[in-house]
T-cell receptor, first 114, second 115 residues
Framework: NAGVTQTPKFRVLKTGQSMTLLCAQD?????MYWYRQDPGMGLRLIHY???????AKGEVPDGYNVSRLKKQNFLLGLESAAPSQTSVYFC?????????????FGAGTRLSVL | AQSVTQLGSHVSVSEGALVLLRCNYS??????LFWYVQYPNQGLQLLLK??????LVKGINGFEAEFKKSETSFHLTKPSAHMSDAAEYFC?????????????FGQGTILTVHP
């Protein structure tokens, strides 16, 4: 029972490089989310998706793009990485529009931008 | 708009002592409230949630939290701390309606348990 799987687990980039983080869920959830976690700031929502082919901006979307071409996958892209994007990135999924429903999280991707 | 404030970025207790992690929220609509726990190098997992049923909510691993509307609080407690409780704890709020289940997290509280 995999749940939410994130790849890669670790990555080091140089300033200006690009990369894509992959999130895959096997629970047939409609909603998916990308967060970044920084010390003392909790988790902040970057982008989210309410279904295949739809995406929307969260709290801190600048410098990131996302795509949801398949229901089970949610990709987070950094076109030109900056040191300020050094963070731990978490993907989550949820199975309903209801606010009371639980989000299930992946194990995270640790990204360092030098 | 909604927000969460966790009082105390670090809490240290002795094994067997009471654990109290504080969370206050702000929401313009009746909120749904959550506590998540993050063990080192892992993702977040749900401890418990309040969804407008009973105000005292019991979660996993002996944790519970009480929703107090008058105090806009949702503090997390455990009567007797165990070494395995050492982790970072996050309080989160979600509004109803068309919020699409978006969560707003507090800053997190790191719990240390001493032998």
């Amino acid at each position: 029972n995999a749940g939410v799987t994130q790849t890669p687990k670790f990555r080091v980039l140089k300033t200006g490089q690009s990369m894509t983080l992959l999130c895959a869920q096997d629970m047939n959830h409609e909603y998916m989310y990308w967060y970044r976690q920084d010390p003392g700031m909790g988790l902040r929502l970057i982008h989210y998706s309410v279904g295949e082919g739809t995406t929307a901006k969260g709290e801190v979307p600048d410098g990131y793009n996302v795509s949801r071409l398949k229901k089970q996958n949610f990709l987070l892209g950094l076109e030109s990485a900056a040191p300020s994007q050094t963070s731990v990135y978490f993907c989550a999924s949820s199975d309903s529009t209801l606010a009371k429903n639980i989000q299930y999280f992946g194990a995270g991707t640790r990204l360092s931008v030098l | 708009a909604q927000s969460v404030t966790q009082l105390g970025s670090h809490v240290s207790v002795s094994e067997g002592a009471l654990v109290l992690l504080r969370c206050n929220y702000s929401s313009s609509v009746p909120p749904y409230l959550f506590w998540y726990v993050q063990y080192p190098n892992q993702g977040l997992q749900l401890l418990l949630k309040y969804t407008s049923a009973a105000t005292l909510v019991k979660g996993i691993n002996g944790f519970e939290a009480e929703f107090k509307k008058s105090e806009t609080s949702f503090h997390l407690t455990k009567p007797s701390a165990h070494m395995s409780d050492a982790a970072e704890y996050f309080c989160a709020v979600s509004a109803g309606g068309t919020s699409y289940g978006k969560l707003t997290f507090g800053q997190g509280t790191i719990l240390t348990v001493h032998p």
